[in-house]
């Protein structure tokens, strides 16, 4: 479908609702758009998004041993998302590895449609607790609500132009509002209050899943070392909450008895790829 008017905002108003969330840490969120019609758009931009991403080769393999890797964690992680929402065992939660060795990133769109780039795991060099901590963020993002709060951010900003270099044209052409909108709330940054939620509940998902709270706090310390050629996208889209690394290693150890409990025998469950 082609849609020239994607940025003319009353084309929008079908999916916007005047609902006020409140987040599972508590706080009121203002909902322009419905966490459903988040996750529809978000279901196009990734599809598309992921579908230019394998038309250019930069898919890494599913059979590569960086998305197996990859893959049993989030299958860990993804178990322990549904226990703490467990509507979301209807989400399409899936994840695709980006081959891109300069791009230190991750994010995970409104239904648990995911992506890492292998600039984060070259650069970073992380242990599996500590991928598991950057996934589990990711996933709490979603769980959250956040995309949802950030495609009302960039309706609201009309921040159309900085979809350059993320979409082929065709892609951007054919894309709906609500679709790039979706494209774009995974490129601007979460607020810090969204980022202290991401952190709280990343913790405790991933201690559920059997991964080592302590590796919260390594994760960051060498995202902030990763930033000395530049700061790494994760940092420009994750901006530091004040406290974060005080709140981090106040949290690891409540988190130590479910690690112990999950570490011993933690369910799974699997991932799809992205229909292309
Ligand atoms: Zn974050």
């Known amino acids: 479908m082609i849609n020239n008017n994607r940025f003319y905002v009353p084309a929008l108003l079908a999916v916007i609702v005047s609902a006020c969330a409140v987040s599972p840490t508590g706080r009121r969120q203002l909902a322009l758009v419905s966490e459903d019609s988040a996750i529809v758009a978000s279901e196009e931009a990734y599809a598309m998004q992921i579908g230019d991403l394998r038309k250019a080769g930069k898919i890494v393999s599913e059979s590569s041993s960086v998305a197996r890797r990859v893959d049993a964690i989030t299958g860990r992680l993804v178990a322990q998302a549904i226990v703490m929402r467990p509507e979301t065992a209807d989400w399409e939660w899936s994840i695709e590895v980006i081959e891109d060795p300069e791009m230190v990133n991750a994010w995970c769109m409104a239904g648990g449609r995911m992506a890492i780039y292998t600039g984060l795991i070259q650069k970073l060099d992380p242990t599996d607790d500590e991928l598991a901590q950057v996934l589990a963020h990711e996933i709490s993002h979603a769980l959250a609500n956040h995309t949802a709060e950030r495609m009302s951010v960039a309706i609201a900003t009309n921040a159309g132009v900085a979809l350059a270099g993320v979409l082929s044209e065709d892609s951007q052409r054919a894309m709906t509002t609500a679709g790039l909108a979706a494209v774009l709330a995974i ?87 992205a229909d292309n």
């Open 187 to 273: 490129q601007m940054p979460n607020s810090r209050t969204a980022e202290s939620e991401a952190d709280e509940i990343g913790i405790e998902l991933a201690a559920k899943a059997g991964y080592n709270p302590n590796a919260a706090i390594s994760l960051w310390q060498k995202m902030a070392s990763a930033a000395g050629g530049g700061p790494p996208q994760f940092l420009s889209t994750h901006p530091s909450p004040a406290n974060r690394q005080q709140r981090l290693a106040e949290l690891a150890p409540q988190m130590m008895a479910y690690y112990e409990q999950a570490r011993r025998n933690p369910p799974t469950r699997s991932v799809a790829r």
